[in-house]
């Protein structure tokens, strides 16, 4: 799950900005492996979140010089569900047994979902920093390349022509799958925990930060929102 930097996106960017974005961007993916799994009885699977710097690289060199904030590209390594899979239940075509059935499509559809998870928490972010409306119609499933989400999106559609031969049924399974991610970072706690991760990656100082640790992370911020928002009135 890697953010591209997209020669398409509509006006020319401060790298201060797409810093941030991206850390949004792969706090989401990481908040969908850990939290949307967990809410559907998925099995955990192990990732971490690498974390390259740029200040070597020539083509931010004039932009980042006088800041004294940390520049760095971060991505997601591994989180896949599919990839965990036994091979002989993934290669076992139409053998699958019911429960198999249903244990492979929920698996599929979640790391479809965990893909859109990422460009859709970059938007969010830049649709509340920039004070504006966040909603399906503005930002849909095309409008996720401009928000770092090529790759994403490449992977969501290897994913639905894998499983789906039907066109039409390809659209629907898409539209449905998308619906679900957004209500996903619509959720407070669960947006609350996005924002906590990203910052968390921001100023981290390490080169990796291990599944365990945001693990960590998303799980503080959950509890401390549920915490609050039962606290009893006085």
């Not at 996005?194 to 921001?202: D, E, K, V």
């Amino acid at each position: 799950m890697n953010r591209n930097n997209q020669a398409e996106t509509p006006i020319s960017i401060n790298y201060q900005d797409l810093i941030k974005q991206t850390a949004f961007h792969e706090a989401g993916h990481a908040a969908a492996i850990y939290l949307y799994n967990k809410s559907n009885s998925l099995p955990p699977v192990f990732f971490q979140i690498t974390i390259k710097e740029l200040c070597n690289n020539k083509i931010f060199a004039e932009e980042i010089s006088s800041s004294n904030t940390k520049q760095f590209i971060a991505k997601i390594e591994g989180g896949r569900l599919i990839q965990t899979l036994p091979g002989s239940l993934i290669q076992s075509g139409n053998y699958f047994s019911e429960t198999e059935q249903q244990e492979y499509q929920a698996a599929y559809e979640a790391d479809i979902v965990n893909l859109l998870v990422g460009p859709l928490s970059e938007a969010k972010y830049i649709a509340l920093r920039d004070n504006e409306l966040f909603n399906p119609l503005l930002v849909n499933v095309d409008a996720l390349k401009f928000y770092g989400g090529a790759s994403d999106l490449d992977s969501v559609n290897d994913y639905l022509d894998h499983f789906l031969d039907n066109n039409q049924e390809r659209e629907q399974k898409l539209a449905e799958l998308f619906e679900k991610a957004f209500l996903f970072i619509n959720d407070q706690a669960t947006w609350k925990a996005i924002a906590s991760l990203a910052n968390y990656i921001l100023n981290n100082q390490n080169e990796t930060i291990s599944c365990e640790e945001a693990f960590a992370v998303l799980d503080k911020s959950v509890t401390l929102l549920t915490r609050v928002i039962n606290k009893p009135s006085i």
